[in-house]
T-cell receptor, first 113, second 114 residues
Framework: NAGVTQTPKFRILKIGQSMTLQCTQDMNHNYMYWYRQDPGMGLKLIYYSVGAGITDKGEVPNGYNVSRSTTEDFPLRLELAAPSQTSVYFC????????????FGPGTRLTVT | KQEVTQIPAALSVPEGENLVLNCSFTDSAIYNLQWFRQDPGKGLTSLLLIQSSQREQTSGRLNASLDKSSGRSTLYIAASQPGDSATYLCAVRPVETSYDKVIFGPGTSLSVIP
């Protein structure tokens, strides 16, 4: 099992550019999540999905979009990158909600200049 | 609104020392509390998960305690080693939310000096 994988590991974007952060899990988990972590701060939930075809907003969804066409994949789309989106992005998955544990990917470090 | 804080923000200790990391949360209505380790460029590794009905959990040199009524948890690391150097995050799972939610603290950056 590879667990939760994310690509790319690093990316530098110019303001206004778009990109997609990829996330894949091979644990047959139903739930998937996207978090961002700003320096000196805890992780904040951007979007989550409880199954293929179902997505919903978390705490900080503005500027992002997601889709969940398969159980395995949960891409995060940035349409018009802004410097405020400079952060480390973590994808996570779990079999279901509480009490199941969330498993995290290695993260994508994104810089917008 | 549930908030999680961690003190200190950074800690540097000599190898072999026992140490305590602190986590505080504002609302005692939680399902559980979890301690994670974060290494640079890597994801989060779960260390210990304490259910709301439990007082502590142990794994090797790590011991985590939970006092729900006072909104506090501590992570005790015995006989610290340079390999323990990492950022330690605590996170709570609140009971009353509109979605499955985990709220993270900002982390404590630990350096163990050989």
């Amino acid at each position: 099992n590879a667990g939760v994988t994310q690509t790319p590991k690093f990316r530098i974007l110019k303001i206004g550019q778009s990109m997609t952060l990829q996330c894949t899990q091979d644990m047959n988990h139903n739930y998937m999540y996207w978090y961002r972590q700003d320096p000196g701060m805890g992780l904040k939930l951007i979007y989550y999905s409880v199954g293929a075809g179902i997505t919903d907003k978390g705490e900080v969804p503005n500027g992002y979009n997601v889709s969940r066409s398969t159980t395995e994949d949960f891409p995060l789309r940035l349409e018009l990158a802004a410097p405020s989106q400079t952060s480390v992005y973590f994808c996570a998955s779990s079999y279901a909600g509480f009490p199941y544990e969330q498993y995290f990917g290695p993260g994508t470090r994104l810089t917008v200049t | 609104k549930q908030e999680v804080t961690q003190i200190p923000a950074a800690l540097s200790v000599p190898e072999g020392e026992n140490l305590v990391l602190n986590c505080s949360f504002t609302d005692s209505a939680i399902y559980n509390l979890q301690w994670f380790r974060q290494d640079p460029g890597k994801g989060l590794t779960s260390l210990l998960l304490i259910q709301s009905s439990q007082r502590e959990q142990t794994s090797g040199r790590l011991n985590a305690s939970l006092d729900k009524s006072s909104g506090r948890s501590t992570l005790y690391i015995a006989a610290s080693q340079p390999g323990d150097s990492a950022t330690y995050l605590c996170a709570v799972r609140p009971v009353e939310t509109s979605y499955d939610k985990v709220i993270f603290g900002p982390g404590t950056s630990l350096s163990v000096i050989p």
